[in-house]
């Protein structure tokens, strides 16, 4: 049904489009924050106007996507020593147990992290 032909294509449209959503987002969110402290606004309410940003690119994102990177790897690694025939649903779960484990591993650690005194 859906060979390397159209799904390569596909996913890279979806990120392009993706990315540039996010590109916008918080390019207008900046220009909100501008102008309403221009126009003399308070701190406070800029900031109950305006959402709040995110540390995604931070310490915990990096960690997030470091060890979303390495459960996926390993799941790769254990698919490539298992007996499967093509088009098994096996390639698949596998891949989706580890990275769910690698985000309860990456929510177990964030949690004592943030709870640790600085």
């Not at 996913?11 to 987002?25: C, D, E, M, P, R």
Request: hydrophobic share 55%.
């Amino acid at each position: 049904m859906f060979d390397t032909e159209t799904l390569v294509p596909l996913g890279l449209f979806i990120s392009i489009v993706v990315a540039l959503i996010a590109v916008a987002k918080i390019l207008s969110d900046g220009r909100t924050r501008r102008r309403l402290i221009e126009s003399g606004v308070t701190a406070e309410v800029a900031r109950a106007v305006t959402p709040e940003i995110r540390d995604d690119l931070g310490i915990y994102g990096a960690l997030k996507w470091g060890i979303i990177v390495l459960s996926a790897g390993l799941a790769l690694v254990v698919i490539q020593f298992l007996p499967y025939k093509d088009n098994s649903p096996i390639v698949p779960g596998i891949l989706l147990v580890f990275v769910g484990v690698g985000l309860l591993v990456y929510w177990a650690s964030a949690g004592r992290i943030s709870r640790r005194p600085h």
